[in-house]
């Protein structure tokens, strides 16, 4: 490789630029043949950085292939993967990619590989990968199992991660673990290079992508200077105490807006960006075809015209999601708007990054409160960014749905000898503590389904040949497993088109298949920023158009819902302290300043060193209001324990709400709540133990089993568009929870969902520290004649789990008495 | 067996019974519906781990069912076998052997959506195969609930639940009885069945199952 010349000295030095540091510690440590991770902020020249050291070290100059005959210099074999989180970027990154291999004749070609990528393109694939082949983790697993996967990518020097952090915490990067593994293996030389975000545990995130050890560590340029402020609401005291959509803020929205060049609105839901996007166009009809919609149910055609459009200064703004978080630098963006909270402080960071990119402009992100109390954590976000408390990422720990997924994945290309996978796999960080067991029970599941031999009679899916490779025997099967291979779990979605009379109208993205179900032909909703008519559903297609209608519904998309970090809840804590103190800084504080007095009349404050808690009786029963500000996911398992312990003292059904503040118990019958909130109900003893309990009591190790049935194929989406005598086969997981429960307890699969409920739904150790927290702080209860601004939000929340220690007849009996009731009052 | 819960349809007395099955003791009939047998074996089959035991779990209700009651006919509303796949040599072997224990018993099986893609049980089985509806007094014995033009239907295929709401923001998700003005629907009998929720009107009755006891919801 020595022949090589320095491109990245050519490339800059033609344009006039100088390298940074950090690019330079890059191309040194690959030529020295390093793996590593380079942490680097929003643009400022990450991608050059790998890029051009992948160059350096494999790209040969172009004398050495110019005796081809042929005009066109045949390109290099397979030698870079770029892997990528979004396949919405692939496009834009091999457009980053080719800009250089042009200007300096490097005879590399880049070819995509995504789910988007056409059959025509993905057949000339299969007879020669281009040079440098971009693709995404679904799509790199699809390719590990292909029979002839180890010949295709022998030639591979190099992986590239782009945007680790977004794979790192989930099982999509767990799932790029595993293909690594097997990728290194190949190859004990490949070099590989996460690209990573500013994350609050750096060696953790290098040591998850590189666990064989010697990666180094280069730091990218610190982020420029960072502005948070907030729009306030003119009266605080007509602002409402709790919702989410937040339109009472429309008016100041649009005055921002005006004047402004090009902005982007962040909401938190596609629901809530349909909402503002329409609201937006009827309070400025002048503003048509000037503002868009970006979310990632739309159509590929209509995100690539807004994407294109903002791009080439067009917009005067676009109202998006998380969709438009990642990636591709759009340069004419003055301002970012955000409606309702953020959530955490990396995230706000990274929506701030997407303005002022021209060099000496400060990043602006404006917070829109949707309610009074974002206004108090506008002030905390302000508090965490300056301070740079930004969130830790983790790898999930050995999730066998992902691995008994890899293993049919595995079977599929080429085959396996179990002990030589055994290794493979435990090369992956994830599951660097395997044992025989768990390896064992993975083996046996996707042979016979179970460890036990007659469990699961008629049932293989992988099987050893006569000479002790594993392969899956069943060609049907097989096209399946191709078909699920994935972590992304989501309810089935069903296209909408434009109703056209011998079909083919106008594709305009997908809904969930549950939204169109609840609709009947002729009801009018929202999508695509358009009111549109339901003419008529069939073979997983709506058929839609134009309506006039005045009212509308707006489809929901069951995307999980973000809790609010523990740095920011922290902060808010801070701030509320310090009000008690009669602390007022700041304008968004200043403008809460009535409302924190109700909240003192009527209860008391949160303290950092007291626990706020509140009583009341209403129509509805008792409640009981709790305020420990450790983040939605911890307050669902605070919950879950404390209706337990309670439950155990006395028969009682409760129903649960939880927000990033606190928690709200409710039960139909009588609970004495100072009596009974003693220190010992916060106890951190037999924790454990307790939220063990609590999950068999209630709902929560059947909602995380619904997405760890999906990944290990034990409940199948289905294929797009098939007739519905294939959807015979198709159960939904509650079900398949319940006959597990039954008839193999001791399935792991089981065990898995109820150790995900702690581990990600309620977060077990966080919620052993914060009861260790909160019993060191003074119980503060109030007994409540009305509900408060921080109990209001939590009063009408209807998302709620429940938990019951009554006799089902005794639940069913007061329901059907109270129904009897009803009735009677109506009749008199 | 639990107490069934005794109503009037169509001038006939009918006996609800918590094991989710119709009971008619003027003319001894066991009415039962969508029991899908076979349906964990037709998962396994399409490579879908499913446990076993629900076969062994919904012979064993029947079994119940058979011994408590005096019983001149069991008759079944459609979706005895699940599909195709259901053909098990295990699920069949299981069956025979219950079948052999009440081999004087007449049992009829109107055919239902499921029935027509699995095929009809075997011949062995001696169970008597009808297109719908079979009628028998008042009554129009189905498995879609389509409604007749002159007599009451029972039918099975929707698989009913009702959702019971209470205070404290308290629901509860239930198997259920619907018996309305000219179509009543029978709960889905199977161990492993799913279940479609239906609302209440006027014109219905919701009798819901749950702790072993029929519960009216007026």
């Not at chain 1, 760890?708 to 007739?723: E, K, S």
């Not at chain 2, 009971?23 to 396994?44: E, N």
């Not at chain 2, 064993?60 to 069991?74: H, I, K, N, T, Y």
């Amino acid at each position: 490789m020595g022949t090589s010349p320095d491109y990245a000295k050519l490339w800059f030095t033609a344009r006039g630029w100088k390298p940074f540091a950090f690019q330079k510690q890059v191309w040194t440590a690959v030529k020295r043949g390093e793996s590593g991770l380079l942490h680097a902020s929003t643009g400022a020249g990450k991608t050059y950085a790998v890029w051009f050291a992948a160059l350096n070290r494999f790209a040969s100059s172009v004398t050495a292939v110019e005796t081809s005959r042929k005009r066109k210099p045949v390109a290099q074999p397979l030698t870079v993967l770029w892997i990528t989180p979004m396949r919405a970027l692939a496009a834009d990154t091999a457009r980053a990619l080719e800009t250089p291999l042009l200007d300096l004749q490097i005879p590399w070609s880049v070819g995509l590989r995504t789910g988007d990528t056409s059959s025509s393109e993905r057949a000339r694939q299969s007879r020669r990968l281009p040079t440098t082949l971009i693709t995404t983790p679904e799509s790199l697993t699809l390719m590990l199992a292909r029979a002839d996967a180890q010949t295709a990518l022998a030639t591979l020097r190099m992986v590239v991660v782009d945007e680790w952090h977004e794979l790192l915490g989930n099982k999509r990067g767990v799932q790029l673990q595993l293909a690594l593994a097997r990728l290194r293996r190949w190859n004990p030389a490949l070099i590989v290079w996460g690209v990573s975000a500013t994350l609050g545990n750096q060696a953790h995130a290098e040591e998850v992508l590189i666990p064989q050890g010697g990666g180094i560590s280069v730091q990218g340029q610190t982020s420029k200077a960072l502005l948070v402020d907030t729009l306030l609401p003119p009266a605080i005291e007509r602002f409402p105490w709790a919702g989410h959509i937040g339109l009472k803020m429309l008016p100041q929205v649009v005055a921002e807006l005006e004047s402004s060049p090009g902005s982007l609105v962040f909401t938190n839901t596609r629901a809530q960006s349909e909402i503002w996007y329409q609201a937006l166009l009827e309070a400025r009809p002048d503003w048509a075809g000037l503002i868009a919609l970006h979310h990632s149910s739309l159509s590929r055609d209509t995100r690539d015209w807004v994407e294109r459009a903002l791009k080439e200064g067009q917009l005067k703004a676009v109202v998006c999601t998380s969709s438009l978080d990642l990636g591709v630098d759009f340069l004419p963006v003055e301002r970012v708007l955000q409606i309702g909270s953020a959530k955490g402080v990396a995230r706000l960071m990274q929506r701030a990054g997407r303005s002022g990119h021209a060099p000496g402009r400060t990043s602006r992100v404006t917070l829109v409160p949707t309610h009074s109390l974002e206004l108090i954590e506008a002030a905390a976000a302000q508090d965490a960014v300056a301070q740079r408390r930004i969130e830790p990422r983790e790898s999930p720990n050995k999730p066998l749905d992902v691995l008994v997924q890899h293993l049919v994945s595995m079977a599929l290309g080429g085959g396996f000898v179990p002990d030589e996978l055994y290794e493979e796999v435990r090369g992956a960080w994830a599951y660097r503590n395997l044992t025989l067991a768990d390896w064992s029970w993975a083996l046996a599941f996707v042979r016979h389904g179970g460890l036990s031999l007659t469990a699961y009679p008629d049932y293989r899916r992988v099987e050893p040949d006569e000479h002790g490779v594993w392969h899956v025997p069943d060609a049907r099967l097989a096209r399946r497993h191709r078909m699920s291979i994935g972590t992304i779990v989501s309810d089935a979605s069903i296209q909408l088109k434009f109703w056209s009379k011998g079909g083919g109208g106008k594709q305009l993205g997908s809904v969930e298949e549950g939204f169109i179900a609840r609709l009947k032909p002729g009801d009018g909703f929202l999508f695509a920023g358009r009111l549109l008519e339901l003419v008529r559903v069939e073979n997983m297609t709506a058929y839609v158009k134009r309506s006039t209608a005045k009212k509308a519904a707006v489809p929901r998309w069951n995307g999980g819902r973000m809790p609010l970090s523990n740095e920011l809840a922290q902060a808010v804590v801070e701030r509320f302290s310090a009000a008690a103190q009669g602390e007022f800084v700041g304008p968004e504080m200043r403008a809460l300043r009535p409302l924190v007095a109700v909240q003192q009349r009527w209860s008391g404050l949160p303290t950092s060193t007291t626990l706020l808690a509140e009583a009341l009786k209403s129509r509805e029963g008792w409640h009981l209001f709790l305020y420990p500000f450790a983040g939605r996911q911890v307050h669902l398992g605070l919950a879950s324990v404390l209706a337990w312990r309670v439950s155990q003292q006395q028969s009682v059904t409760f129903s649960i709400a939880v927000n990033d503040y606190g928690l709200e118990l409710l039960s139909a019958t009588p609970v004495d709540w100072p009596q009974v909130l003693s220190p010992g109900l916060l106890s951190p003893e037999h924790l454990l133990e307790d939220v063990l309990a609590s999950l068999n009591a209630g709902e929560l190790a059947l909602r995380r089993f619904r997405e760890i049935a999906r990944i290990a194929g034990l409940v199948f989406a289905g294929y797009p568009g098939a007739p519905k005598s294939t959807r015979q086969v198709q159960a939904s997981s509650g079900l398949f929870f319940e006959v597990f429960k039954q008839y193999d307890a001791g399935n792991l699969l089981l065990a898995q969902a109820g150790e995900e409920v702690l581990r990600e739904e309620l977060d077990i150790q966080r919620l052993e520290r914060t009861l260790e927290r909160i019993n060191r702080l003074q119980l503060d209860l109030h007994q409540l004649k009305r509900p408060t601004p921080l109990g209001f939000p939590l009063l009408v929340e209807r998302m709620r789990e429940s938990m019951s220690s009554e006799k089902l007849a005794d639940r069913i009996r007061r329901m059907v008495t109270d129904l009897e009731k009803t009735a009677e009052t109506g009749k008199s | 067996m639990s107490t069934p819960y005794p109503v009037r349809l169509a001038g006939e007395d009918m006996w609800l019974l918590p094991e989710k099955a119709l009971y008619w003791p003027a003319q001894q009939a066991l009415l039962i519906a969508d029991v899908h047998f076979g349906k964990a074996a037709a998962y396994r089959s399409l490579g879908q781990p499913v446990p076993h035991g629900t076969t062994a779990s919904n012979i064993a209700v029947l079994d119940g069912l058979l011994a408590a009651l005096p019983c001149r006919q069991l008759i079944f509303l459609g979706d005895f076998l699940h599909g195709p796949g259901s053909h098990a040599a295990a699920t069949l072997g299981a069956l025979a052997e219950w079948r052999a224990r009440h081999a004087d018993l007449p049992m009829t099986l109107i055919r239902g959506n499921h029935d027509k893609r699995a095929g009809d049980p075997p011949a062995s089985l001696n169970i008597r195969v009808v297109p719908e509806p079979l009628l028998l007094g008042p009554f129009a014995l189905q498995h879609e609930p389509d409604p007749h033009p002159d007599r009451h239907v029972l039918a099975g295929h929707v698989h009913p639940v009702y959702r019971l709401r209470g205070r404290g923001r308290q629901s509860l998700r239930l198997a259920c009885f619907r018996l309305g003005e000219g179509v009543s629907l029978l709960p889905a009998f199977g161990a492993f069945t799913g279940g479609y929720q239906v609302e209440r009107d006027d014109s219905c009755r919701i009798f819901v199952i749950g702790d072993n006891e029929i519960w009216p919801v007026s």
